[in-house]
């Protein structure tokens, strides 16, 4: 079923699947202005999210070759950077990243939209940070990921503009698996984890070419971190990844072998 939907064709095909497998949708954060957000669900559970961005006039105009940085935003820069970051994950073996399910133009009340399909993913770092307590092995898990999560988006030249907890969602598997990156040539390995973190929203993400602004957005980034999770300064005080990696392999979690 899912496998049907995710390769729908257009809108009317991915309407006609819906409707063929009973998908009910239901809209979410209605005081969102610059997207619309649907939640899709099955007789039992939800298993889709619908991201609608709308598609404005200057869109159209940039349809064919759209600016990968500054002022002019388009929606075709948000889905170049999703599907950019993607690729980056696979070749690093990495999990750590929202698939992107499919992308179609919709039709909304006579306007025309951006449709991204994604999974259901409900949980949010700001939640797990409300709701639960966490082990020393815990912290270090989430600072080992959201470090790759980084290091990924500097190696693209993608600055996210927009880093907060609300933006890390978590994925609670059930089953404890072991994630995979690659980093300076070696394959490492973060053994037994049940929550996986990716980063959303790239609606203003762009291009950057200068990588010292992509470290010191995640740098300030990892400082409110720390404040919030009521540590000591660890990344926040380095200088580059490189510096910052150090400090994860003191954590002794990671395990590793050339490839």
Same mark, same amino acid.
């Given at each position: ?41 099955? /007789?039992?559970?939800? !298993?889709?999210?619908?991201? +609608? ?27 170049? !950077? ?6 980056? +994950? ?8 929202? #698939? ?13 939209? *951006?449709? *991204?399909?994604?999974?259901?993913? #409900?949980? /949010?770092?700001?939640?797990?940070? /409300? ?38 969602? !978590? ?18 390995? *973060? ?69």
């Amino acid at each position: 079923m899912i496998y049907d939907i995710i390769h729908s064709k257009d809108e009317n095909d991915f309407k006609k699947k819906c409707k063929k497998y009973n998908i009910i949708w239901s809209e979410v954060y209605k005081e969102n202005i610059n997207s619309i957000i649907e939640y899709g669900k099955d /007789t039992y559970n939800y !298993i889709f999210c619908l991201k +609608h961005i709308p598609i404005s006039n200057e869109d159209f105009m940039y349809i064919h070759n759209f600016p990968k940085f500054g002022e002019i935003i388009t929606c075709w820069r948000e889905l170049y !950077i999703y599907q950019k970051m993607e690729n980056i +994950h696979k070749n690093n073996n990495s999990e750590n990243y929202l #698939p992107l399910y499919n992308s179609f133009i919709s039709l909304r009340k006579g306007r025309p939209y *951006l449709s *991204l399909l994604f999974p259901y993913i #409900p949980m /949010t770092l700001q939640d797990i940070m /409300t709701f639960s307590s966490f082990t020393k092995f815990d912290i270090n898990s989430i600072y080992i990921q959201l470090f790759f999560l980084g290091y990924y988006l500097y190696q693209g030249n993608i600055k996210h503009n927009d880093i907060h907890i609300r933006n890390i969602i !978590i994925n609670i598997v059930t089953e404890k698996k072991n994630l995979i990156f690659i980093y300076n040539h070696k394959k490492y390995t *973060l053994p037994l984890q049940d929550k996986i973190l990716y980063l959303i929203d790239f609606g203003v993400s762009e291009i950057e070419e200068n990588n010292t602004i992509i470290f010191q957005e995640w740098k300030l980034f990892f400082s409110k971190l720390e404040e919030l999770f009521q540590i000591p300064p660890l990344f926040s005080k380095k200088n580059s990844f490189s510096e910052i990696f150090d400090i994860i392999l003191s954590f002794h979690i990671l395990e590793t072998e050339l490839f």
